[in-house]
């Protein structure tokens, strides 16, 4: 659907509201609602709330489009007023039939071995009970063997400005087949949702073992999606701008590691609102090559 005679009526300054599952009007935890024609996102929180800020002068184009992992995504006109409920139909996904045997070769691990601690990805910036933009950041992986998909690992570390706590707030586990737009994540290999939390600082291990993934041919990604569950992971601070002007400015949960490396793959991010983009080389140090995430995969073997 699309937004019908949209310069007729007034539109709020911001929409609010829940985004639940059709069947059983549960919530639909960290959905995400966005006028991609607007570059504007947000995602819910875990309880489905949402608060989206709307431009003047909405048209016919800025429909909104209401998506939630394990959904079938909707496109919808924009909501007149607040608050809203937008429902979700759940996915059905087509399961193919699975042969268990015993393992025969070793598990493959794939990604980067150094700890990553030098460089790293922030996702907390606009992350807060009030309003999250969403973000994830994802590695890809092209040279995985025929087989599974066991384990994911992420090196974590706390936010600088939060302290030792933040390493330990929940973020989800993404995978996405190589089909989207020029090589971009696309379909959801992974369409249950899989929250995990680090204990400390180091590489952090989330089996998937049970979920049978199998290794697509074209290749695939592995994402990191931060996520708002508690205030405490979270915290303001002050900071200096290059005019000598005092800011505030919020971060929350951890830091994914990274590199700065020629040799690495240029890792990816998306935030609500706009497509998967690549990292690009950081201006002060592009002779250093690409952003890379700290994440691995591990594989086991067919």
């Known amino acids: 659907m699309l937004l019908a005679n949209a310069s007729a009526r007034a539109q709020p300054t911001a929409l609010s509201g829940t985004v639940v599952d059709a069947v059983s009007g549960q919530p639909a935890p960290f959905a995400v609602v966005e006028i ?6 947000a995602q ?12 003047a002068g909405l048209t016919a184009f ?3 489009k209401v998506s ?3 959904f079938a995504p909707q496109v919808v006109a924009v909501p007149g007023a607040s608050p809203c409920r937008l429902a979700l139909r759940p996915l059905a996904v087509a399961l193919s039939e699975a042969v268990v045997r015993a393992a025969t070769a070793l598990p493959v691990l794939l990604g980067p071995t150094g700890a990553g601690n030098k460089f790293g990805f922030g996702g907390g910036a ?3 009970a009030e309003q999250s ?3 994830q ?5 092209t040279d995985a063997p025929p087989g599974s998909i066991r384990a994911v690992r992420f090196y974590l570390k706390p936010n600088p400005h939060c302290g030792k706590a933040s390493v330990k707030a929940p973020f989800r586990v993404r995978l996405y087949a190589a089909d989207g737009p020029n090589g971009a994540p696309g379909t959801d290999l992974l369409t249950t949702s899989v929250i995990s939390a680090a204990g400390k600082m180091g590489w952090h291990e989330v089996d998937l073992a049970a979920y049978q993934l199998a290794v697509p041919a074209g290749g695939f990604f592995v994402a990191m999606e931060w996520l708002f569950t508690k205030p405490e992971f979270g915290c303001d601070y002050g900071y200096i701008t290059a005019s000598k002007e005092q800011k505030t400015g919020h971060a929350y949960g951890p830091n994914l590691g990274g590199y700065l490396n020629a040799d690495q793959p240029a890792g990816w991010y998306l935030s609500a609102g706009y497509p998967w983009q690549v990292f690009r080389r950081v201006q002060d140090y592009a002779n250093l090559g690409n952003q890379s995430a700290a994440i691995q995969a591990i594989i086991q073997p067919n």
């Not at 991609?36 to 996102?41: A, E, P, V, W």
């Open 133 to 135: 933009s969403g973000w």
């Open 126 to 128: 606009m992350l807060s």
């Open 137 to 141: 950041v994802a590695r890809q992986f």
């Open 36 to 41: 991609r024609t607007r570059h504007l996102g």
């Open 44 to 55: 819910a929180t875990e309880q489905g709330r949402f608060t989206l800020e709307l431009p």
């Open 62 to 64: 800025d429909s909104l």
């Open 68 to 70: 939630s992992l394990g």
